[in-house]
């Protein structure tokens, strides 16, 4: 037993076990329209004031470029530490900050408190979904779509907590998420490490079941949300369902357990048979992890010419690019700029779903459960991009970049459903727009491993995720804002009114958003045409077999002795 446990705790299936728990509570910056009104009532800003708060919460959740630097010459537990130390650090002084624990801090400081905390989002995402991805190259779209789904969950499952931890008390929603993700990111910092690769076979399997199980939990808060909406919830139904929520956290370990049972004994009937190979799952340190992954890759036996000299020189896409050969592609600034374009729109939409709710009129409970909608809908886009873009690839090399022109195409659906204001409207967009903006992240993070190689996947990775900060920036802060503080002081001056000194600013009506929403829907149309450029870029590539150098005869050969023991 104590065997068997020591080989379930370091083995693969446990990593993407706690991976799936550290990204499931690294959402946090989803839920930024749950208790922006609690900060923007409690500090007494006006709305671009509290966008472009926003944009500086958004700029921390996806500036990654330093954690991606940082784990190409560190182990990952290194990059989780230092996540858990700025997911604290942020999110507790903003809660301090609107709870009056400490003087109204200036503007400056709450952006500050914001970049920190959601900055600490892309630390965990570099050390657990980029070493995941590293050890599971053939899979990286399942990888990547389950991990990401689970992020995209994270908000309903904050809202199930946090009723069961504190009630009603939103305020008490920004301590949560101060402490819970530091807590597990702390707690499996030893069981996340880069992986020799190896060749299963039916590792896909795996990884579907870990589907279904997520897919279960989905549906379970999908029920539990209409039913909250339609009920009143005393505190003890919360707590009971606060228990249920981490009750199904954990029954992906039935998974992975079933799975190292299996490899175990397959290990014993070996031991019993010197001529039978079986696979194994050995930790490297970061420098062997490394030194693995290069070897993959097709080796250039000349002398290596200076990493300078060969930037405007790439070598062809799917072999290891280095950052400045990546960062200088065309390629890259292609899908650079149809993320600018188009996840700008998606998370102003996501960032403002707090304010359009109370303009459009519907009540605070309303609100939660578009929220909750999102976040359900945000996975549910993340695992099907992932794992279908996967199947369409291997089946019938479908391109990913395709998919993501057309789900960019989806979400101005959901941009011009919130534009007219329909009564209820707000529902589907909701729905829409969280599916758009999930499916987004797993094409977009495969898309730039498969073009630029998994050598310096940690940098590049990060350096994809800027784009919607500046996009969110343009669209939200400068757009967004402005436009809706503009019909709002109009409202005032049509009630013969003047805005008082620290007064929040409050719009009313279908007005206050329509323009903005117009304008982000031309800007994620041009974002379609762009990605389109890169489909008809990279079509030949996508037709061959981009995986290649990821095979291996004797181990495919191995690992399907070994499932079959």
């Known amino acids: 037993m104590k065997t068997f446990i020591n080989q379930v705790v370091t083995g693969r299936w446990f990593m993407i076990f706690a991976s799936c728990l550290i990204m499931s509570v690294s959402g946090a910056t989803y839920m930024f329209g749950l208790f922006s009104n609690q900060v923007k009532t409690s500090l007494g800003y006006d709305q671009s004031t509290l966008n472009l708060i926003s944009f500086f919460k958004d700029l921390g959740a996806n500036l990654g470029i330093f954690s991606g630097l940082i784990n190409e010459i560190t182990p990952p537990w290194v990059i989780l530490t230092i996540g858990a130390s700025m997911n604290f650090l ?76 504190y009630g009603e008390n939103s305020k008490s929603l920004i301590l949560l998420i101060a402490w819970l993700p530091a807590a ?38 999908m029920v539990l949300i209409v039913i909250q909406n339609k009920l009143s919830f005393t505190r003890t139904e919360y707590i009971v369902d606060g228990i249920v929520v981490l009750l199904l956290l954990l029954l992906p370990l039935v998974v992975v357990l079933r799975e190292e049972l299996i490899l175990m004994k397959a290990q014993n009937q070996a031991s019993n048979d010197s001529q039978t190979k079986i696979v194994t799952q050995v930790p490297l340190d970061h420098s062997e992890a490394q030194a693995t992954l290069t070897s993959t890759a097709a080796t250039n036996p000349e002398k290596e010419i200076s990493c300078l000299r060969n930037i405007f020189k790439p070598p062809n896409r799917g072999e290891d690019y280095t950052i400045f050969q990546a960062l200088f592609s065309i390629d890259m600034w292609i899908l650079f700029i149809a993320t600018v374009f188009g996840v700008g729109g998606t998370l102003t939409a996501l960032d403002n779903l707090g304010q359009i709710g109370n303009s459009l009129g519907y009540s605070s409970k309303n609100l939660t459960t578009f929220v909750s909608l999102v976040s359900i809908w945000n996975y549910l886009g993340r695992a099907t991009a992932g794992f279908a873009s996967e199947i369409l690839l291997a089946k019938y090399k479908f ?13 101005c659906v959901g941009h011009l459903l919130i534009a007219f ?123 061959s077999d981009i995986y290649k150098k990821f095979r291996s005869d004797e181990l495919d050969q191995a690992a399907e002795t070994e499932i079959k023991h």
């Open 184 to 221: 597990i990111s702390i707690f499996f910092l030893p069981t996340v490490r880069v992986l020799s690769i190896v060749s299963q076979t039916k590792e896909i399997k795996v990884f579907y079941k870990l589907l279904y199980v997520s897919l279960g939990f989905a549906g379970f808060l």
């Open 399 to 411: 391109p990913r970049t395709l998919m993501l022109t057309l789900v960019l195409l989806l979400s």
């Open 90 to 165: 942020g999110y507790f002084m903003i809660w301090l900050s609107v709870t009056g624990h400490i003087a109204k801090p200036k503007v400056w400081q709450m952006c500050l408190y914001f970049y920190i905390g959601a900055n600490s989002q892309s630390f965990a995402n570099t050390g657990a979904l980029v070493t995941c991805v590293k050890s599971f190259p053939r899979s990286r779209g399942s990888v990547i779509g389950l991990l990401k789904g689970y992020v995209g969950l994270s908000g309903a499952i904050f809202t199930q907590l946090y009723h069961a931890f």
């Open 421 to 543: 204001g329909i009564p209820n409207s707000l529902y589907f967009a909701s729905v829409i727009i969280g599916f758009s903006f999930g499916a987004i992240w797993p094409l977009m993070f495969a898309i730039i491993s498969e073009i630029f190689g998994l050598k310096y996947y940690s940098t590049l990775y990060n350096f994809g995720a800027v784009a919607s900060p500046v996009g969110s920036f343009i669209l939200n802060v400068k757009v967004t804002g402005y436009l809706y503080d503009k019909e709002a002081l109009e409202q005032l001056k049509m009630k013969g009114l003047r805005r008082k000194a620290g007064e929040d600013l409050t719009c009313l009506g279908v007005h206050c958003y329509r323009m903005a929403f117009f304008i982000i829907t031309a800007s994620t149309l041009f974002a379609c045409f762009v990605s389109f450029l890169l489909v008809l870029r990279t079509r030949k590539f996508y037709k």
